[in-house]
């Protein structure tokens, strides 16, 4: 317990540092905009995985990138500030009974790297469904909720492909929804900065 609460002293400057930044909203040189909403209908082929969510959430920017890319730079995105964050998250999970196991590391996905068969792990998430160039769906489950990751490419009729990034969580117990409730924020704030990530990278 000692070295985990050292592990979150330190990390609170850093945390505290990236909430100041403004959550943003256009970044005009490189035309990557977040949009963050609740949807009123999701695409099609998300609504099996929908069905129960306890909460939904879309960021939607916009990029040159193809799906893969679009991914790869996403699922690579863990700077110092959000692996702070998991350091905090094993404190607080303790006291909800659970148990992280360890910080999770930093991996640098290559477009190529991205599995698209169902089954197959990206990180700490497992792959449900995908297709090329449309859709990704990956899950990661715990004792008390399972959360989803989905991106929806759309094509737009310029040079610009449309990135949804949607969120679901499906509550399993008691401990779901306190400890979301606690963790939104910073959620909402590291998919926007993923998302950002991943338009970036073409």
Known sequence: MEAEMRVTKGALPRVIAALREVVGVVLFKTRVFVQSRQPRVLPAV????AQGADHVDVKTVESRATLREFLAGLMSYQPAWV???????????????MRQ????RQVLFR????PMTPGREAGFFTVRHAEEEHVWVVAAA???LEATLAVVMEPTSGPFRRFHVVTL???RNWAGPVYFNVIRPFHHLV??????????VA
């Open 46 to 49: 998300l609504r099996p995985f």
């Open 111 to 114: 477009p190529e790297d991205i």
């Open 101 to 104: 196991q360890g910080v999770p």
């Open 83 to 97: 692996t702070a964050l998991y350091g905090v998250r094993a404190v607080f999970v303790r006291l909800l009974g």
């Open 142 to 144: 715990d004792t008390h």
């Open 169 to 171: 969580v499906h509550y």
């Open 191 to 200: 998919v926007e900065r993923m998302a950002r990530s991943g338009a970036r």
